[in-house]
C-alpha cells in the first residue's frame, strides 16, 4: 500500500514537473546594469541567474538560455507566464518580453550598379589589411565554407583585432580562411521551441543547409568567381558588393524560423567580435521599438559604430507592410536589374506571350504544341487552380501543360505537383497580387512564369478553343531590359506603422533574379525531390537586396572609415535615384505591381547609386543621444527607453520640447492629422529641422523642392543657402510643410534637393494626411 502510494506521488510530481515545463516560453529579459550589486561586479551573469533563481520556485526550475552583454544587458530564459510576471517587477529588471519568431525575407550586379572593376570599383575600396579593413556580419542560415566565394586568394592576413571563431559543430564545419574568418550557430532559442535539432535534416554547426545564408553572405562580400551560372542563366564572373570585405556568418536561422534569442545572441556576438555592418535579411513584421528584438539589438549595435542592414520584408504590394522600420536601421527595399530570362509561351493559335523561365532539364517540350489545360478544369478542388498538393486528377493532366495560378504555396511546388500528377509541363499565371511581376524559377518540369494580363489571354484562349494546346520555350539572358530598375511587386510598403514620421524603405536594392553562391546540401528550388546541386543559384527577395546595400555600407566604411553608420546611411540615401538615367523628374521609378509610377512609400530616397555614394558632398550625421531623443518625442517612459538604449542614464529632459521631426533624418515624411474629411479646413504647418555636415570640399549649396501629387502644400526652406568653407562643418536649415486638411487617406509626394553644381544631396518627401 505504500509502495503504491510513493509511486502515486512520484508519478504526480513528474507530472507537475512536466505540465510547469510544457507551459513555459521563451522571454528577453532587460536588466538595468547601473543597478547591478557590486559583489557581481565580475561576473554579470552570476547576477542575472540570482535574478531567474529568484523567482523560479517551481521544478524544473526555468532554465536560462543566453547571457547578453554587448547588444543587450539581460538574458533568456524559459519562464511560466508567472515567473515571467513576477521577474518584470524585480529590482533592477528594465523589462521582459516574450519571444518573437523571425523569418527569412526571401552576377550581373556589380555591373548595373556601376562597380565592376576598373577605377569604379577598386577605387572604393583599400586593399585590405589597412586600417580600414572591414568584416560584414550576416545572421541568416549560416555558409557552405566549400564555396568559391569565400576564396580568400589576394586577401592579406586576418587583423590582428578580429575576435572572432570558427565553431565546427557536430558537421565538420570547413575551417575560416582570411576571407569566411568567423562562423558560429546559435540554438538555444529554437532548440527550446522546437525540441533538439533533427541532424539527419539540419546541421548542428554553422553549416548552411538551406542556401539562403550563403547566398546572402555571397552576394554582401563574395569574393569573384569566373564562369560562375545556373545552368548557364546568368553567365559570367559572380562578386559581392565588397569584394574585398570579410565575412563573418552566425547562424541563427532554423527549419523552424529565426527565434529572437538565438538572433539576440548573434548579434552580442558579431558586435563583440569586432564586425562593422551587421546584415540582417529577416523579419518579424513592426512592432514598438522596446519590444522589438532586433531593433533593441540594432541600437546597442549602432551605439558601438556598426551599421545594421535588414531587409524591409516581401509583403508587398500592400501598403503599410515594412519590418524593421526602426530610424537607426538601414532598411532596404527590392527592385530588379536589367537582366531577364525569357521564356515564350506559344499557343496554337499561333499567339506568343513573353514570360521567364530558368528550365534547363533533359526533356525540353517538343516544339509542337501539345495539349494544356487550366488546373481549375482538371481538380475537385475549390482551389484547384493553385495547384496545391494532391489537388490535380492525374487523368486530366497527364501529358499537358498545365496553368496554374500563383500564390499560397511556393511556385516550384506548384510545379513539383504539376509534374507528380504527369503534366508534362506549367504555365504558372500572376494573379492581381502580383500583376506583371516576374520572377524566374529553376522548374522541375518546363515552365514559364507569367504576368497577370498574358496568364488571363492564355486561360481566355483554354477556355473558348475546343481542343486548345501549347508549347513553351526557355530562351536563355538577356540584358539590357528597360526599363530598369522597377519597384518589386513583393517589396514591402509603407507609410511606416510605428512611426508615420519617419519614411521606410530608405531605399531598394538589386533584389529579383540574383545570382549568387548556393549551398551544397539543397536543389535550388529548395524542394526535398530536388535531387539537382549547384554551386549558385538565382533567388528573388528583400533578403537579396539586403546584403547589395551591406556590402555598399562595407565599401563606403573602407572607403571613409571615420564616418558614422548614420553618415553612410545618409550618403546612400542622399545619392539614390528616383528616375531613370538621370532624365527629368517626370520620368520616375515604375512599380511592377501597377505597371504605374512608384512613390516614396514604395522606393524610400531611391535606388541605391554607390558610385556617387563614395562622394555624397554632405551628410545628415546622427548619434545615440539623437535616438533617445526621438524617443522622448514618442513619449516613451524612462523604463521603456531603457529596455531599447540599455541603461537608465538615458533620460528625456522636463524642460525640454522633444519633436520627431528634430531627427536629423535624410528624409521627410509629413503626417497631418486630418479634422475632417470634406478637404476644407484650416492650414496647418508642420516644421522640421535638419543639420547638414561637410564631407566634400568648399562650396555652396542651393535648395531647391519639387511636388507630386501634393495639391495644397506649400514647403519653405530657411536659409535657402548653405556656404560651407571647411570639412566637417555642419549648417541647420529649417523646414515649414503648411497644408490645408485633405481627405482622409491623401497622400503627397516631393523632393528637396541641395546642390553646389558638383553634388546633389537629395532628400524624399512624403504627406499623409489621417
Same mark, same amino acid.
Given at each position: 500500500?505504500l ?30 546594469k ?9 561576473d ?55 519571444e ?38 550576416? @545572421? ?26 570558427c ?12 576571407? @569566411? ?8 532559442g ?16 554553422p ?17 569573384a ?6 545552368f ?29 534569442s ?24 513592426a ?32 501598403s ?16 530588379t ?30 516544339s509542337?504544341p ?28 497527364s ?7 500563383r ?11 504539376v ?14 497580387? =502580383? ?11 518546363p515552365a ?7 496568364g ?10 475546343? =481542343? ?20 518589386a511587386a ?16 530608405d ?5 529579383? =533574379? ?5 549551398t551544397?546540401?539543397?536543389g ?27 556590402? @555598399?555600407?562595407a ?14 546611411r545618409?550618403?546612400?540615401m542622399?545619392?539614390a ?24 512609400f ?45 541603461s537608465?542614464?538615458?533620460?528625456c529632459?522636463? =524642460? ?10 535624410p ?38 523642392t ?65
Open positions: 500500500m509502495r503504491a502510494l510513493l509511486l502515486a506521488l512520484a508519478v504526480a510530481a513528474i507530472a507537475v514537473a512536466a505540465a510547469a515545463a510544457e507551459k513555459r516560453k521563451t522571454y528577453i529579459v532587460h536588466m538595468a547601473s543597478a547591478m550589486p557590486a559583489e557581481y561586479a565580475d554579470h551573469a552570476e547576477w542575472y541567474g540570482a535574478s531567474l533563481r529568484s523567482v523560479s520556485a517551481s521544478t524544473p526550475a526555468a532554465k536560462m538560455l543566453y547571457a547578453y552583454d554587448t547588444v543587450l544587458h539581460g538574458f533568456s530564459a524559459r519562464l511560466t507566464p508567472q515567473e515571467a510576471s513576477d521577474l518584470a517587477s524585480a529590482d533592477g529588471v528594465l523589462a521582459v518580453n516574450p518573437t519568431l523571425y523569418e527569412l525575407h526571401t552576377t550581373r550586379t556589380p555591373e548595373f550598379l556601376g562597380i565592376a572593376g576598373g577605377d569604379a570599383g577598386q577605387g572604393l575600396f583599400p586593399q585590405s589589411g589597412t586600417a580600414a579593413d572591414v568584416v560584414v556580419g550576416v @545572421l541568416d542560415t549560416g555558409a557552405w565554407p566549400e564555396s568559391k566565394s569565400y576564396d580568400d586568394a589576394g586577401l592579406a592576413e586576418v587583423p590582428a583585432w578580429w575576435k572572432g571563431a565553431e565546427a559543430g557536430a558537421s565538420g564545419f570547413a575551417a575560416c580562411n582570411r576571407k @569566411l574568418v568567423g562562423a558560429r550557430f546559435f540554438s538555444k529554437y532548440e527550446a521551441a522546437m525540441g533538439p535539432i533533427d541532424t539527419d535534416r539540419e546541421s548542428r554547426s553549416r548552411d543547409d538551406d542556401g539562403h545564408g550563403t547566398h546572402t553572405s555571397s552576394t554582401a562580400a563574395g569574393a568567381v569566373p564562369g560562375a551560372s545556373l548557364g542563366f546568368a553567365a559570367g564572373t559572380a562578386r559581392g558588393m565588397a569584394p574585398r570585405a570579410r565575412v563573418a556568418v552566425y547562424k541563427v536561422c532554423w527549419l523552424g524560423g529565426c527565434f529572437s538565438d538572433i539576440l545572441a548573434g548579434m552580442d556576438a558579431a558586435v563583440a567580435d569586432g564586425c562593422s555592418v551587421l546584415s540582417l535579411s529577416l523579419g518579424g513584421g512592432a514598438d521599438y522596446s519590444r522589438d528584438s532586433v531593433a533593441i539589438g540594432a541600437f546597442a549595435a549602432t551605439e558601438q559604430n556598426v551599421l545594421v542592414s535588414c531587409s524591409a520584408g516581401n509583403a508587398g504590394p500592400g503599410s507592410t515594412l519590418s524593421n522600420v526602426a530610424p537607426w536601421i538601414t532598411t532596404v527595399g527590392a527592385g536589374l536589367d537582366r531577364d530570362f525569357p521564356a515564350y509561351v506559344v499557343l496554337g493559335d499561333g499567339k506568343n506571350y513573353t514570360g521567364v523561365s530558368l528550365y534547363s532539364g533533359n526533356k525540353p517540350l517538343p509542337a501539345i495539349p494544356i489545360v487550366y488546373a481549375a478544369n482538371a481538380s475537385n478542388s475549390t482551389a484547384g487552380s493553385l495547384c496545391m498538393p494532391g489537388t490535380l486528377t492525374p487523368e486530366k493532366v501529358g499537358k501543360i498545365v496553368v496554374c495560378n500564390g499560397v504555396s511556393a511556385r516550384v511546388q506548384k510545379g513539383l505537383v509534374r507528380d500528377a504527369g503534366g508534362a509541363g506549367m504555365v504558372l499565371s500572376n494573379t492581381a497580387a =502580383n500583376g506583371q511581376e516576374l520572377v524566374a524559377d529553376a522548374h522541375l518540369l514559364a512564369g507569367v504576368g497577370e494580363r498574358e488571363a489571354a492564355i486561360k481566355s484562349y483554354v477556355a473558348s478553343d475546343p =481542343n486548345p494546346t501549347a508549347t513553351i520555350v526557355v530562351a536563355g539572358t538577356q540584358v539590357g531590359v528597360r526599363p530598369s530598375p522597377v519597384v513583393f517589396s514591402s510598403r509603407g507609410p511606416n506603422m510605428v512611426t508615420p514620421e519617419i519614411l521606410k524603405p531605399m531598394i536594392a538589386p533584389g529579383v =533574379n540574383i545570382l549568387a553562391a548556393w551544397g546540401k539543397a535550388p528550388t529548395g524542394l526535398e525531390a530536388d535531387t539537382r546541386r549547384v554551386g549558385f543559384n538565382i533567388i528573388s527577395g528583400t533578403s537579396m537586396s539586403c546584403p547589395h546595400v551591406s556590402g @555598399l555600407a565599401l563606403l566604411r573602407s572607403a571613409h572609415p571615420e564616418w558614422s553608420p548614420a553618415a553612410v545618409s550618403a546612400l542622399t545619392t535615384y528616383a528616375s531613370y538615367s538621370g532624365g527629368p523628374s517626370s520620368s520616375p521609378l515604375l512599380d511592377a505591381a501597377t505597371g504605374a509610377a512608384a512613390t516614396p514604395d522606393y524610400g530616397a531611391g535606388h541605391v547609386d554607390p558610385a556617387r555614394a563614395v562622394d555624397p558632398g554632405l551628410v545628415y550625421d546622427l548619434g545615440t543621444r539623437d535616438y533617445v531623443d526621438f524617443l522622448c518625442a514618442l513619449k516613451y517612459s524612462s523604463t521603456m527607453i531603457a529596455a531599447v538604449a540599455r537608465r542614464e538615458y533620460a529632459a522636463e =524642460n525640454k520640447t522633444y519633436s520627431v521631426g528634430s531627427l536629423n533624418y528624409s521627410f515624411s509629413v503626417a497631418y492629422s486630418t479634422a475632417n474629411g470634406d478637404g476644407g479646413g484650416d492650414s496647418t504647418t508642420v516644421t522640421h529641422t535638419r543639420t547638414l555636415t561637410n564631407v566634400g570640399g568648399v562650396g555652396t549649396y542651393k535648395v531647391s519639387s511636388l507630386a501629387a501634393a495639391k495644397g502644400v506649400a514647403v519653405d526652406v530657411e536659409p535657402a543657402e548653405l556656404e560651407f568653407t571647411s570639412v566637417g562643418e555642419k549648417k541647420s536649415y529649417t523646414v515649414r510643410f503648411t497644408s490645408k486638411s485633405q481627405p482622409s487617406g491623401t497622400t503627397g509626394f516631393g523632393r528637396l534637393v541641395w546642390s553646389d553644381g558638383k553634388h546633389s544631396v537629395a532628400s524624399p518627401m512624403a504627406f499623409t494626411w489621417t
